[in-house]
């Protein structure tokens, strides 16, 4: 079963790297004035990726390795700010729906929603570096006798970067460190720190 689940998440991130190098040999940089990170309203994204916990950083002594999914929302809070200065960029609160199927626990998983602040760097036409942190909750079915609750906190930061495809299109990478745990809510409280690379497609209204 364990090797089922690992050829399955192998294959789908080669499919993702192959789309991701077709999708960026037909890149082309776009106007400021076609730039939809500056002017959209919002924008929907599905990002995908590989996450596994670091033992031994802070309480953190189990392996556990996901395959990730998650659906987003962003809706951006300002115009652009800070014109002509480094940090030039936009608000955004970011609405997150994960899915996070465990590869090495028997195809647990764990579910839920996160809410995050972040910051759109927007100074240049070609690229969209941004940083995000916040939190939320989730329901982990991990069957781990070191986590006492089934309901979980979670909170984390991380950045990345947007490639427009074309007007409305743009490829994401990104890196996070993911934190889990009951907050003290039930014993034992074994927390899951972790590190993930996700990758994915965004759409600008």
């Not at 987003?72 to 115009?79: A, I, K, M, P, V």
């Not at 199927?101 to 927007?122: C, E, P, Q, Y």
């Amino acid at each position: 079963m364990r090797s089922l689940q690992r050829k399955f998440y192998i294959k789908t991130m080669l499919r993702i790297i192959i789309y991701s190098i077709i999708l960026f040999s037909s890149y082309h940089a776009y106007a400021a004035e076609n730039n939809r990170v500056t002017t959209s309203p919002g924008e929907f994204a599905l990002l995908s990726g590989y996450g596994i916990t670091h033992r031994g950083y802070g309480a953190t002594r189990t392996q556990v390795q996901t395959y990730d999914i998650i659906l987003r929302y962003g809706h951006f809070l300002s115009g652009e700010l800070g014109t002509g200065h480094w940090y030039q960029g936009r608000h955004e609160v970011l609405l997150e729906l994960p899915y996070h199927l465990a590869v090495d626990h028997n195809g647990r998983s764990m579910v839920g929603g996160t809410i995050l602040g972040s910051w759109k760097f927007t100074g240049s036409d070609q690229i969209t570096p941004f940083l995000f942190a916040g939190g939320g909750v989730l329901f982990v079915d991990l069957g781990l006798p070191s986590m006492g609750s089934r309901l979980n906190g979670s909170y984390q930061f991380g950045g990345g970067i947007q490639h427009l495809i074309n007007e409305n299109l743009a490829f994401n990478g990104e890196y996070r460190f993911h934190h889990i745990s009951n907050l003290n809510t039930a014993s034992p409280n074994e927390p899951l720190n972790s590190s993930k690379v996700l990758f994915g497609f965004s759409y600008f209204r």
